[in-house]
């Protein structure tokens, strides 16, 4: 019994609870983070395999355009070099032709294609 002026003493197994009663609330902690950090891995992975695949298509896709550049320098110099043997009609036609060519628009090669 507690008598006015004396510490308050808990029992051996008091203390025995509390500390089981604590180190299962950090224990259940330690689980709750465990498994965000496993979330957290596997998002960063998912990531990784992502940033690969646009990097990969990035790379691809300059290629591409790299290729597609030099088609076109060669067609403008197998142009040049033929427009001079065409007749004048003829001549006009290719040279209309070539500028139509230039100003077709993504838009309208998407619609021939599909």
Do not use: W
């Given at each position: 019994?507690?008598?006015?002026?004396?510490?308050?003493?808990?029992?051996?197994?008091?203390?025995?609870?509390?500390?089981?009663?604590?180190?299962?609330?950090?224990?259940?902690?330690?689980?709750?983070?465990?498994?965000?950090?496993?979330k957290?891995?596997s998002?960063?992975?998912?990531?990784?395999?992502?940033?690969?695949m646009?990097?990969?298509?990035?790379?691809?896709?300059?290629?591409?355009?790299?290729?597609?550049a030099?088609?076109?320098?060669?067609?403008?110099?197998i142009c040049a070099?033929?427009?001079?043997?065409?007749?004048?009609?003829?001549?006009?036609?290719?040279?209309?032709?070539?500028?139509?060519?230039?100003?077709?628009?993504?838009?309208?090669?998407?619609?021939?294609?599909?």
């Open positions: 019994p507690l008598q006015s002026g004396q510490p308050f003493k808990f029992s051996i197994l008091e203390i025995c609870d509390r500390i089981k009663e604590e180190f299962q609330f950090l224990q259940a902690q330690y689980h709750s983070l465990k498994l965000e950090c496993e957290l891995a998002e960063k992975t998912e990531m990784q395999r992502h940033y690969v646009y990097y990969e298509m990035s790379y691809g896709l300059n290629i591409e355009m790299h290729k597609q030099e088609i076109v320098k060669r067609l403008s110099g070099q033929i427009i001079p043997f065409l007749t004048q009609e003829h001549q006009q036609q290719v040279l209309q032709a070539v500028e139509r060519a230039k100003q077709v628009t993504v838009g309208e090669l998407n619609s021939l294609i599909g």
